[in-house]
């Protein structure tokens, strides 16, 4: 599994993201645990929910911005989050998504509540290959 750290410095009232992938794959999938992280503790979701996810994009950033603003409007339509996933990526343009999530509905007396997730933005959003594998930055609006 890649890595993903809040970047501080970046947004005062957001939070600020960088996460680390070996490949698209992890990238994607490290992006989705990070977001539900943000939002919940994943140890008090029941993974009871699984959901199957397929994106189009012309370009792999917004690819990206769609699986997260997928994610966000899945837990404001359905309560649901999806701390586990396995994602595949193909394509050079358009980029497609496949994708299966693990998850659960945020039940305000048994999950630990963190932030409310409203948005992705473009606020100093990319995705970028670094030394071989892929780091991506953006900004979540809470």
Known sequence: MGTWRVIEDV??????????????????????EALAQI??????????????????????DLLLYDWISELIFLKDRDRDVFPRCRVAIEGDGPVRLKARVSGGPIDP??????????????????????????????????
Do not use: N, Q, Y
């Open 11 to 32: 947004a005062l009232a957001d939070c600020a993201l960088e996460v680390d992938g070996h490949d698209l794959p992890d990238l994607f999938e490290t992006a989705a």
């Open 39 to 60: 939002m919940v503790d994943p140890s008090t979701v029941p993974l009871v929910t699984k959901r199957a996810i397929a994106l189009e994009a012309e370009t792999l």
């Open 109 to 142: 007396a048994l999950s630990a509540l963190r932030a409310d997730a409203k948005a992705v933005t473009f606020h100093r959003f990319g995705v970028e290959r670094c030394h071989g594998a892929w780091r991506a930055r953006f900004v979540i609006d809470i």
